[in-house]
């Protein structure tokens, strides 16, 4: 059966809806459900999450495009099943096969994901896909596309912040995205009047986003209020929101009793009266469109269906632990390219202006989004004021939200596979973002593959400003601004992290962070963004590590994962230094010191890539030289240098002559802001000559 939907705003098209097969869909939906319900208590799989009450979800998808992108969440399996028509999937998922279509069966189910279909892969972090689902919206905008991203989440869901960044993003940028926020009345046991205070309708309409709130038990009314919704944003007046009613006719999980916490009378009255699937049946046979029989056949067709589908689902094959590190990360496959531009001595700031150009002129789609960037100035520290200069509108100011940040960066990526630049002013405040940067490097993992997050976040990071800690006096960050960032970023699985030295190697390895697939953390010094070429403690050049000031026109691009060996001095090598940023300046100015009051030859191995970092390199150079420092800005606690140190132990135990070095700043928050505390916190030249002096006569 189709009906005519009235077309009830003015301009909108009417439009026909299959009703029955509609219908059919939300009853695949329920049966599915109820089977995989029965098989988790039988103890067939681990857990399960229902969409009991939800169904009209199948209503909203019907009324969307085929080309509009889906955030869904984990109660949307009648969004899933109208979507894809895909009955296999869920149980794929449930029984954890690798035929899964969302995780090849290395997530939890209802955990829906398809790139095929638009479909955003859901995360058990509650709403945390909506920043992402806004990158999706100013993607779309940016190429005027025709679609719009719908991303729902529950009324628990409404609390978090990655609500309230969406619709940030949605109302500032103006983007097509509609909103859901499926209020089945309860998070796990707490009750919607938790969540918020007034209307929701009223609080998201505040900020200029035309909302409704509308009846989740009707599904016809469903329907017809999205096409509205969807009309409002594609005639080109905004962003929309739909507050939809639904009740919970199951416990929140199969983790959860609901005689807990729900009294019988209102379960009772939810199931009477709240229930979209029965309310749709009703209301065909109260039409004369389907018998009260039809109901009941319809329903035991579908069981039978899933019966047999299981019984295939059942002989296909679960993960091999071999795949266990599958999808982790995509470090880029560098491809050879000597840089052939007249070479010209830069200051690193000017190395990364010219990456972000070079880029920009690669790719039309390249923009940086973040705090400032787009003014005359460039950003804090001006490095896009050449982008502002030479491609206006690819440098965009964004709120002051890092998260905001991040989320556009991320979706724009995964939703055309190709890397735009974050902006974060000073690396402290990525912490708003955290989850979302955190997520993001997980999405290939969890999606085994499906999806990818290209994304780089530019940050200053480290004490301060003006030149290397030996020659200049403090840098005057102070807490806020003086974290190096390292022990955040390298312990995230998924994630790449480039600490660069020099102007040479910060813009060809930003121009290779753009060719990866997996989010690559670029912590740029803030002392070494203006810093002279290194000298000794005479002022004389160090000339094998002053030739990388020296800086090629035009595009060349540096291989991620691989170290830079620099030699001072020309006998055998009596230690190496490892490190990286400011540390590998310090370390060099330590090195030509001790070589001209000693004649020691000492190497220093500069990382430049954190995550993943150089091993073969780094056991290479300690096996020549047999005594090693590793030298980091970071605090002496957990973190990414005492990482290295330990790396070393383990794997280079017989080619050492003694116990590694560790020279770090101390276990205090960050580098103070007086210069006398900052230096005592700061390791620098002389703190590394001293150590190294002494490790070589040992
Ligand atoms: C950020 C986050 N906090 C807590 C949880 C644990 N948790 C899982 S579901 C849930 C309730 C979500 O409620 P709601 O958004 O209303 O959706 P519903 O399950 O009621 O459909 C909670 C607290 C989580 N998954 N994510």
Not at 55 to 68: N, R, T
Not at 268 to 287: C, M, S
Request: aromatic residues 8%.
């Amino acid at each position: 059966m189709t009906i005519e939907m009235r077309a009830t705003e003015a301009g909108a098209p009417a439009t026909t809806l299959d009703v029955i097969a509609l219908y059919r869909t939300m009853v695949t939906a329920r049966v599915t459900n109820d089977l995989l319900k029965t098989r988790k208590t039988q103890g067939r799989f681990p857990f399960y999450i229902g969409c009991a009450g939800h169904e009209s979800m199948a209503a909203v998808v019907a009324a969307l495009d085929e080309e509009d992108w889906l955030a869904l969440y984990y109660r949307d399996l009648a969004a899933w099943l109208q979507r894809t028509g895909d009955m296999y999937g869920p149980l794929r998922e449930a029984y954890s096969r690798t035929t899964g279509p969302m995780c090849a069966g290395r997530n939890m189910p209802s955990h829906y994901s398809s790139k095929r279909h638009r479909i955003l892969p859901v995360f058990s972090e509650v709403a945390a896909l909506c920043p992402f689902a806004g990158g999706v919206g100013f993607s779309i905008k940016q190429h005027q596309g025709k679609e719009l991203v719908m991303c729902s989440t529950g009324d628990g869901g409404s609390a978090t912040n990655d609500f309230s960044v969406l619709v940030r993003q949605a109302s500032v940028h103006q983007l097509p995205v509609l909103i859901i926020i499926e209020d089945n009345g309860w998070a796990i046991t707490t009750p919607s009047s938790v969540q918020w205070g007034g209307s929701l309708v009223e609080w998201v309409g505040g900020n200029g986003i035309y909302a409704e709130e509308v009846d989740g038990s009707d599904a016809l009314q469903t329907y017809e209020a999205t096409r509205r919704l969807a009309q409002h944003i594609h005639s080109g007046q905004g962003p929309a929101f739909m507050h939809l009613r639904l009740g919970l006719l199951d416990a929140h999980s199969s983790s959860t009793d609901i005689k807990t916490y729900r009294n019988k009378e209102e379960i009772e009255l939810t199931a009477a009266t709240k229930d979209p699937v029965k309310n749709l049946g009703r209301w065909l046979v109260e039409q004369g469109q389907l018998a009260s029989d039809d109901i009941e056949r319809m329903r035991k067709e579908i069981r039978k269906e899933l019966e047999q589908i299981e019984q295939e689902v059942l002989q296909e094959p679960e993960p091999e632990p071999e795949r266990v590190l599958q999808h982790v990360v995509y470090v880029p496959e560098w491809r050879e390219n000597t840089p052939r531009g007249t070479k010209r001595q830069l200051t690193m700031l000017g190395a990364i202006n010219e990456a972000l150009t070079e880029q920009a002129k690669r790719d039309p789609d390249f923009f940086v989004y973040g705090q400032d960037v787009g003014s005359a100035k460039g950003g804090v520290f001006g490095a896009t004021a050449a982008l502002v200069t030479q491609f206006p509108g690819q440098a965009i100011n964004s709120p002051l939200n890092e998260q905001v940040i991040v989320g556009i960066v991320s979706g724009a990526g995964m939703k055309d596979g190709k890397a735009r630049c974050a902006e974060i002013q000073f690396v402290d405040y990525h912490q708003s973002a955290t989850q979302t940067i955190r997520l993001a490097a997980r999405i290939p993992y969890q999606s085994f593959g499906g999806w990818q997050t290209p994304m780089i976040i530019r940050t200053k990071s480290g004490s301060g400003g003006g030149g290397p800690i030996s020659s200049s006096s403090a840098g005057g960050g102070g807490f806020g601004h003086s974290n190096t960032g390292e022990q955040w970023f390298t312990s995230i699985p998924g994630m790449i992290t480039i600490c660069p030295a020099t102007p040479f190697d910060a813009k060809g390895l930003l121009l290779e962070a753009a060719r990866a697939q997996s989010p690559v953390t670029f912590l740029e010094r803030g002392r070494l963004y203006r810093s002279e070429p290194p000298k000794d403690s005479e002022g004389n050049l160090i000339a094998a590590l002053a030739e990388y000031w020296n800086v090629p026109d035009g595009y060349y691009t540096l291989p991620i994962g691989k170290a830079r060996r620099v030699r001072i001095g020309d006998g055998p090598v009596g230690a190496v230094i490892v490190a990286w940023g400011t540390m590998v300046l310090e370390s060099c100015t330590a090195a030509a010191n001790i070589n001209k009051r000693t004649g020691s030859t000492v190497e220093i191995v500069d990382l430049r890539s954190l995550a993943p970092f150089d091993e073969e390199t780094v056991a290479a150079a300690v096996k020549e030289a047999n005594r090693v420092l590793v030298v980091t800005e970071e605090s002496d606690l957990t973190s990414f240098g005492r990482h290295v140190h330990s790396w070393i132990v383990e794997h280079c135990f017989y080619d050492l002559d003694g116990l590694p070095v560790f020279v770090s700043a101390l276990p205090s928050p960050a580098a103070p802001y007086n210069g006398i505390e900052e230096t005592a916190f700061l390791p620098s030249a002389k703190n590394i000559e001293a150590k190294l002096e002494a490790l070589l006569i040992e």
